[in-house]
């Protein structure tokens, strides 16, 4: 179980993060949801511990980790996919695999059977890749870390839908394979798809918690997410 109780975070004297209050328990998956500028990535930042938190407690299995550092947490387990492509341009996919903790054939082996894709890329420069192609990189390099807990960034974000179809198939995967999400995604449907819990923030505040099924024809999402509601492609 991951755990933000009572936090407040910010950027210098601006406090975004109000009293956020979350759970993530083993082998779940959370849907982060909320309109622009609501405070998701830096929620997900300060879970990462990228951003310390001015208040209030973070726990991970039982374990206090409030203002542990990222590669700390990192090494516990929690992994961050942030928005963007989070690979190595001027290093071949084989390097950036190489670079995500893991060596081996073991990690090649894991990355290339989520992402078959990226076996018939391995010698090629990341940054001359696709988008999507880079995308899969970036979360096959957090995958064969062997994360317990993924944070992701609107990871299908501007991707084409064929390749945000292998990505939540991907993430299905994950999910499956008893590592717990917390999305924060743009195509709501599909991540509602996929999700145990839902949480949705409005200008630094949890305004809704619960069941995907406790939304449907619930006026809050509407009101929150307005016209992301059923944006399915
Ligand atoms: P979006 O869906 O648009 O990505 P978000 O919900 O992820 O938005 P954040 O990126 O967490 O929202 O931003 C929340 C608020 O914090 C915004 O008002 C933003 O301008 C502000 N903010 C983000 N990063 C910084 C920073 N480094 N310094 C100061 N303010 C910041």
């Known amino acids: 179980m991951f755990t933000l109780e009572n936090v407040f975070a910010g950027y210098g004297g601006t406090v975004i993060l109000r ?8 082998g779940s998956v959370a849907a982060l949801l909320g309109p622009n500028g609501a405070g998701k990535t830096t929620l997900l930042r300060v879970a990462s511990g990228l951003l310390r938190p001015t208040s ?6 039982g374990v206090d980790v409030t ?6 947490l990192a090494a516990r387990g929690v992994c961050h996919v942030p928005e963007g492509r989070a690979v190595f341009p001027s290093l071949t996919v084989r390097e950036n695999l190489a670079l995500s903790g893991r060596r081996g054939t073991e990690a090649l082996e894991k990355a290339v059977g989520a992402f078959p894709r990226l076996g018939e890329r391995l010698t090629q420069l990341a940054g001359t890749m696709s988008g999507g192609e880079q995308q899969m990189l970036a979360l096959a390099r957090a995958y064969v870390s062997n994360p317990d807990v993924m944070l992701l960034d609107e990871v299908s974000m501007g991707l084409a839908p064929k390749i945000v179809d292998e990505i939540f198939e991907f993430l299905g995967r994950v999910a ?3 590592a717990s999400l917390l999305l924060v995604e743009q195509y709501v449907s599909r991540a509602l798809a996929l999700a ?13 918690r619960g069941e995907p099924s406790e939304l449907d024809g619930d006026d809050v999402f509407a009101h929150y997410l307005g016209s992301e509601v059923g944006h399915t492609h």
């Open 196 to 208: 145990d819990f839902v949480y949705l923030l409005d200008r630094g505040q949890i305004v809704f």
């Open 19 to 26: 009293d956020v209050s979350l759970a993530l328990p083993s």
């Open 176 to 178: 499956r394979e008893g």
């Open 67 to 72: 203002g542990a550092r990222p590669h700390q």
């Open 56 to 61: 209030g407690t973070m726990t991970f299995d």
